[in-house]
Structures are given as structure tokens and as C-alpha cells.
């Protein structure tokens, strides 16, 4: 499972990336607007990345949020496209969402665990 997600995490990142910097009319448009696609795009690359490498959470999110400022400053070398603050601050903020609602579902599916272990061990006879 860890590698179906690791997978699945690296390949919203690229998609991602290829979004943010290629041709704008390749780029999937919603109803959403801009901030909305943003942070629906990076929540999930938050949560991937969260779920994908849970014993370096932290240091998967401080490299995401450098990593999603360098992608936003490559935008300055791309034809038809522009570098914002305002992108940047989504981007990452919403990423850390993601990531902390990683942490969150952890959380709930260990309290989870040890519930049903507990209920199943039953009383001592």
C-alpha cells in the first residue's frame, strides 16, 4: 500500500508541476477559480505526500512549501504564465492542510486500531 501511495503522491506532483508551468490552455480549468483550483490541487498533494511518508511528515511538508515556492518562481521563465505571492501563499497553505489532515486521518485510524483491539482481546475469563 505505501508504494501504491508514494506513487500516486509523485504523480500528483507531477501533474501538478506540468499545470503550473505548461502551456496555460492545457491547464484543467473548474468552476472553482484560480485560488479554488490552487488549493483543491495542493490540499491533495498535502495529503498524498502527508499519507505517503508519515515518519517524515514535518520535514516532507517544510520541503513541499520550498519546493512549491520554487515552482511558483519558475513561472517567471514560462511562456504565458506569471509568478504571485498570492499563488505561493495558497499553494502552501493549502499544502499544509493537506498535510495536517494526514496527520489527522492517522490519528482517528490508530485510535481506531487500538479500539477494535481492545474490544476484540474481550474481558479476561
Known sequence: MSIFVRFFAWLLAA??????????GLRPHSDLGQDG?????????GLAFGL????????VA?????????????????P???ARLEDFLVDAATACVGFALASIAD???TRL??????RSAGPAE
Open 15 to 24: 501533474a501538478v508541476t506540468f499545470s503550473t508551468l505548461g502551456p496555460p
Open 37 to 45: 483550483e490552487h488549493a483543491l490541487a495542493f490540499i491533495l498533494v
Open 52 to 59: 505517503a511518508y508519515r515518519q517524515r511528515r514535518v520535514a
Open 62 to 78: 517544510a520541503v513541499a512549501v520550498v519546493l512549491i515556492g520554487v515552482l511558483e518562481l519558475m513561472q517567471f521563465w514560462a
Open 80 to 82: 504565458g504564465r506569471h
Open 107 to 109: 490519528w482517528v485510524m
Open 113 to 118: 486500531r487500538a479500539s477494535s483491539t481492545t
